[in-house]
């Protein structure tokens, strides 16, 4: 029998009102006759394109971390604590502008174009902190780079899940966390020489523009999203991007099970109270709920504290970090590996569970009975079970089980929600954690965070489905009753 071939419509032959209806069930029938899954390999080249966003991510997070001192000691603010945290909290506070912004302007010009735009600020801003005489030149700087880190997280959540085969999505969903780990573990080991050779902290910052340049120019020729496309009513553009990504046999099937539930989406605009209330109130209080109960866990505390504990039990800084980091980037990769085999609920449990232990390890070495030796290495054998579990689960599977939850008409504007949550926590756990620490001690504040691990559990195992193999439309379908 010959094979039927595949013939591309353009963007003016789209299929609308009954006309579209009618052919859902052909479409849905010959989904059947194709044989096999999609190609992973084909969608992987713009994958690794925007895990560049992530690593960017991650670079910015500790560029500051080794050369902090030799920035204030060049700029004229040494010894000020509160230009030194400025330095620091400025760029959260750009971050959580443009997290705010990120799903309207997702939604608004498209993903593509939304990398591209993040990309920005990040190379203006490196250009300004590394060339400043002033603090406010690089307060000023810090708080661009911080806009398109915003930005970033929750399009790159939003690209890699649209574009991805459901076989492999969790994978690729991984990769941006192992990008991440790299940019933060490249930005400490390029860093290191900062406190030897004068000036050298500017070079850090310069080095950061080029993988953003790079983001922005290779951007242009990457896949757009067929669901961003449809939902703008182009539907010829949507097929051409599905064959691209899927290949021209698993076009059709493709465009026909995306078309059931974008029919009428572009008809009313999604408001932010839509968001709140209603219909989608309780996959958006899931994905809230989840980035709040990864912030509360205490992780980014334990980053903070752990070059103070590693250097109690002798170990240096530089290695400290060195060490945290591998131990981030080795559960990241198994994480990577697991996804798609135990699921996304199963690794959250998993390692929820594995940080409130770890957390158990910290309070036992705060308690009287610990020796000194036997405090040291509950403490630095806590922090590295810590950041292992956190990687393996909390760390990358929300914001890719959020993208995979939030059906297409919010996506965008629901990630960019959730993600203000986080960096909401992460200012305020940042801000009162060593105040809390010298007032009620590390055996309370541990307990705190422990309580929060286990709440985490609780709420995994009441309220997140599992999205393993499944298309975005199956788990939609399955989430929310028809209106």
């Given amino acids: 029998m010959r094979e039927r071939q595949y013939k591309r419509t353009t963007s003016k032959d789209q299929l609308t009102g009954l006309d579209r209806i009618e052919t859902l069930e052909y479409l849905h029938n010959f989904a059947g006759k194709e044989s096999g899954k999609p190609s992973w390999r084909l969608s992987l080249p713009y994958i690794l394109v925007a895990t560049v966003s992530s690593f960017l991510f991650g670079y910015h997070l500790g560029v500051v971390n080794e050369t902090l001192e030799s920035i204030a000691l060049d700029l004229g603010f040494n010894g000020s604590t509160l230009a030194e945290g400025l330095v620091v909290s400025t760029c959260l506070g750009g971050a959580f502008i443009g997290s705010l912004f990120s799903g309207w302007i997702a939604d608004g010009i498209g993903r593509r174009k939304a990398f591209q735009l993040c990309a920005v600020p990040m190379i203006i801003g490196a250009s300004i902190s590394a060339t400043t005489g002033s603090l406010y030149g690089m307060l000023l700087g810090r708080f661009l780079v911080g806009t398109g880190m915003g930005i970033g997280p929750p399009v790159v959540s939003l690209y890699v899940t649209e574009i991805s085969p459901a076989f492999v999505r969790g994978t690729y969903g991984s990769f941006t966390q192992i990008a991440t780990c790299i940019g933060l573990i490249g930005a400490l080991s390029i860093g290191i020489p900062a406190k030897e050779i004068d000036g050298w902290w500017r070079v850090c910052f310069w080095v950061s523009a080029f993988p953003a340049a790079i983001l922005a120019f290779l951007m242009e020729f990457s896949a757009e999203s067929p669901h961003w496309l449809l939902k703008k009513g182009r539907g010829g553009d949507a097929e051409a991007e599905f064959e691209?990504?899927?290949?021209?046999?698993?076009?059709?099937?493709?465009?026909?099970?995306?078309?059931?539930?974008?029919?009428?989406?572009?008809?009313?605009?999604?408001?932010?109270?839509?968001?709140?209330?209603?219909?989608?109130?309780?996959?958006?209080?899931?994905?809230?709920?989840?980035?709040?109960?990864?912030?509360l866990s205490g992780i980014n505390a334990v980053f903070y504290f752990s070059s103070t504990v590693f250097r109690?039990?002798?170990?240096?800084?530089?290695?400290?970090?060195?060490?945290?980091?591998?131990?981030?980037?080795?559960?990241?990769?198994?994480?990577?590996?697991?996804?798609?085999?135990?699921?996304?609920?199963?690794?959250?449990?998993?390692?929820?569970?594995?940080?409130?232990?770890?957390?158990?390890?910290?309070?036992?070495?705060?308690?009287?009975?610990?020796?000194?030796?036997?405090?040291?290495?509950?403490?630095?054998?806590?922090?590295?079970?810590?950041?292992?579990?956190?990687?393996?689960?909390?760390g990358p599977v929300p914001s890719i089980l959020l993208a995979e939850i939030f059906p297409s008409r919010i996506r965008a504007k629901a990630m960019a929600v959730c993600m203000a949550v986080h960096w909401v926590i992460n200012f305020f756990v940042g801000l009162f954690f060593l105040r809390l620490l010298e007032q009620i001690g590390p055996q309370i504040l541990y307990t705190i965070f422990a309580t929060f691990c286990l709440i985490a559990v609780a709420f995994v195992?009441?309220?997140?489905?599992?999205?393993?193999?499944?298309?975005?439309?199956?788990?939609?379908?399955?989430?929310?009753?028809?209106e």
């Fill in 312 to 394: 109690g039990a002798g170990v240096p800084p530089d290695l400290a970090n060195i060490c945290v980091g591998i131990a981030n980037l080795s559960g990241s990769i198994i994480a990577m590996i697991l996804m798609d085999k135990l699921g996304r609920k199963v690794l959250l449990l998993g390692s929820f569970l594995g940080m409130a232990v770890s957390m158990g390890l910290q309070v036992m070495a705060a308690t009287s009975f610990a020796s000194e030796s036997g405090a040291l290495y509950l403490s630095v054998g806590g922090i590295l079970l810590f950041v292992l579990t956190f990687s393996l689960g909390a």
């Fill in 244 to 295: 691209k990504l899927l290949g021209g046999l698993h076009v059709k099937s493709a465009i026909a099970e995306l078309s059931k539930l974008e029919r009428g989406d572009e008809v009313d605009a999604i408001k932010l109270p839509d968001l709140f209330f209603g219909h989608y109130f309780r996959v958006v209080f899931t994905g809230s709920s989840l980035f709040a109960l990864q912030q």
């Fill in 461 to 482: 195992k009441r309220n997140v489905v599992e999205t393993k193999g499944k298309s975005l439309q199956e788990i939609e379908i399955a989430l929310l009753a028809p």
